[in-house]
């Protein structure tokens, strides 16, 4: 998807230029030095919430081999609940890296083959890295979740899709303040339009690293199916 998002990018502006939609969705209009940067800043964001799937994916298959009576393989043995949770949150931890590596790496191979002057690799790659605190409270959320409601950890992709809805549609319709504020998304820095903002990315962090030891807490002392 980021492949095929940066291949638009050589003749972007006589494709989009004139359709009012796009003018709607795109934050600060069509300002031609920035409207390569608007579109980047918002189609990386919408990337970002696409690859959030696998990430959770993996916690959530945690709550499915429960489920399966499965664990039981684990807790047989001298195996610590802070193991079998800290090893599926780690591979989120990874797969979240990797993905974004994934969207920043795709949308330079393509963009760098149509663009006279394309933004560095670099650039790119700054531009989804910084969605990393991001994906991580979604992932953080998920633990909590699979430690105190684990029937209930399938919640989670109601948020994202509202997640997702505010980034796409949020200026289209005009959403509220306090609604697109319930996006971690939302507080994220638009590279390469905007500027770096570091009191967001620390806060989601926290936020991220808050709700992962609540859920470790939660996985620690509620029963274990099977």
Same mark, same amino acid.
């Given at each position: 998807?980021?492949?095929?998002?940066?291949?638009?990018?050589?003749d972007f502006?006589t494709y989009?230029?004139?359709?009012?939609l796009?003018q709607?969705?795109i934050?600060g209009?069509?300002d031609?030095?920035?409207?390569?940067d608007q579109?980047?800043? #918002?189609?990386?964001?919408i /990337?970002?919430?696409?690859?959030i799937?696998?990430? %959770?994916?993996?916690v959530l $298959?945690? =709550?499915? @081999?429960?489920?399966?009576q499965?664990?039981?393989?684990?807790?047989?043995?001298?195996v610590?609940?802070?193991t079998?949770l800290?090893?599926?949150?780690?591979l989120? #931890?990874?797969a979240?890296? /990797?993905?974004?590596t994934?969207?920043?790496?795709g %949308?330079?191979?393509?963009? $760098?083959? =149509?663009? @006279?002057?394309s933004?560095?690799?670099?650039?790119?790659?700054?531009?989804?890295?910084v969605?990393?605190p991001a994906v991580?409270?979604m992932?953080?959320?998920t633990?909590l979740l699979?430690?105190?409601?684990?029937?209930?950890?399938k919640?989670?992709?109601?948020?994202?899709?509202?997640?997702?809805l505010?980034l796409?549609i949020g200026?289209?319709?005009?959403f509220p303040?306090?609604?697109?504020?319930?996006?971690p998304f939302?507080h994220?820095?638009q590279?390469p339009?905007?500027?770096?903002?570091?009191p967001?990315?620390w806060?989601?962090s926290?936020i991220?690293?808050?709700?992962?030891?609540?859920?470790?807490?939660?996985y620690n002392?509620r029963d274990i199916?099977?």
């Amino acid at each position: 998807m980021s492949v095929a998002s940066g291949s638009v990018l050589g003749d972007f502006e006589t494709y989009f230029a004139d359709m009012e939609l796009f003018q709607q969705i795109i934050p600060g209009g069509l300002d031609p030095t920035a409207i390569i940067d608007q579109f980047l800043a #918002l189609i990386i964001g919408i /990337l970002s919430i696409f690859a959030i799937a696998p990430v %959770l994916s993996v916690v959530l $298959s945690l =709550v499915k @081999e429960e489920q399966l009576q499965r664990t039981e393989h684990f807790y047989s043995r001298s195996v610590a609940r802070n193991t079998v949770l800290g090893s599926y949150l780690g591979l989120g #931890l990874v797969a979240s890296v /990797l993905m974004q590596t994934g969207i920043g790496l795709g %949308l330079y191979l393509s963009a $760098s083959q =149509v663009m @006279e002057d394309s933004l560095s690799l670099q650039t790119f790659l700054e531009a989804s890295f910084v969605y990393l605190p991001a994906v991580w409270v979604m992932l953080g959320l998920t633990v909590l979740l699979v430690g105190w409601i684990p029937r209930g950890a399938k919640w989670i992709w109601g948020y994202v899709l509202l997640a997702f809805l505010i980034l796409y549609i949020g200026n289209l319709l005009d959403f509220p303040d306090w609604l697109n504020n319930l996006s971690p998304f939302h507080h994220i820095p638009q590279l390469p339009y905007g500027e770096m903002e570091w009191p967001p990315i620390w806060a989601l962090s926290g936020i991220a690293l808050g709700s992962s030891i609540i859920g470790f807490i939660g996985y620690n002392k509620r029963d274990i199916q099977g």
